[in-house]
């Protein structure tokens, strides 16, 4: 692409010039490349309309006295031979039989449909590149400070673990029934699949094709869904191994098995109580709507607790299992935005930050 400035001239030369300045600027595009876009910048006097230039050339365009970006214009070399025209965009309709020119909405539907598909691409090699060099490490001393401390935490509350369930369960307390009703809202497919289509629906909005004025708002809900996305994928590689690994008996089978029963490898639902996946994606809700929504902190902290304590109350999770839950899908979704910081994606951090920024 060309991007070509003619100067002004004084006198009748002025046209002359231009018309010259114009077809030798046009005449070595087309020489050099047989097919091109050229944007042409000019700034006359008066009013001049330039027809037929040459027996190859053929364009129409209107310049008025202020400086006008003229429409985009296609040079299409013909098929075997040399004939060009240079066609104005608002006679397309009529020359595209001549030119043999590519169908322009055609060519934007394939490009809005694949759009998802190529940012998709570009999001997996931009995770796979290395770190920019001097970039703080993904991993912070504070996530190897609670990883270290949770099997002690979950030590000391396993004391507590069916006196608290069987609380939470037996309760008519009327927020304990709500929470009931709700707790699968929290489910990590439910919010996998609200995820996929945020940042489906996005992607496709965001594509050069399409101009819209919300873009802002656009990439604010892609960056949140491609975290979403990320955090989940990291949290849950150790919330299935250990579901299966573990195999922890659920608060349902507490008065036939007690709290501390564990079937290794059985891969039934009934004994992946621990550690709890709802409470994972409360975790990854929690520093995900911490990071974007600054100005609803003091809502996102007591909402994904919430949540939590519905695990209790629906009887699915002893409290070690939905504490271990929201550990997990913390760290994820930290250690996620802090990776994806380290390669410029979405995110900024400096050195001495603990939470990376948008």
Known sequence: MIVARLVPITGQARVYAQLFCLVLLVSHEIASRPCCMLIYRLSFGEFCKLASIGNNFATECVCVRFRWILPIYWIKRAWGGCNIELCNSDNVNQRKSNLDMPDLNKRKASSIIFYPVRAASELIRALLRPAYPGAPSSWTMEMTALVVLLPFVLLVLHIWDAQIVRAAMNSDFILMEVLRTTTDLIRTIVWLGIGMIVWMVTALLLSP??????????????????????????????????????????????????????????????????????????????????????????????????????????????????????????????????????????????????????
């Open 209 to 358: 094709s399409i101009r819209l004025n919300a873009q802002q708002i656009l990439v604010r809900f892609h960056s949140w869904a491609t975290l979403v996305l990320a955090s989940i994928v990291v949290g849950s590689f150790p919330t299935e191994i250990g579901k299966l690994v573990i195999g922890r008996a659920r608060p349902l089978l507490l008065g036939e098995l007690g709290s501390a029963y564990f079937s290794p490898f059985r891969g039934e639902h009934s004994y992946e109580s621990f550690p709890s996946g709802h409470s994972m994606m409360a975790g990854i809700m929690l520093v995900s709507l911490w990071i974007f929504l600054p100005r609803w902190r003091f809502l996102t902290v007591p909402v994904c607790i919430l949540f939590v304590i519905s695990r209790l109350a629906a009887g699915a999770h002893y409290p070690t299992d939905v504490v271990a839950g929201l550990v997990i899908g913390f760290i994820a979704t930290w250690w996620a935005a802090r990776f994806m910081a380290t390669r410029n994606i979405i995110f900024s951090l400096d050195e001495d930050q603990i939470m990376p920024r948008i």
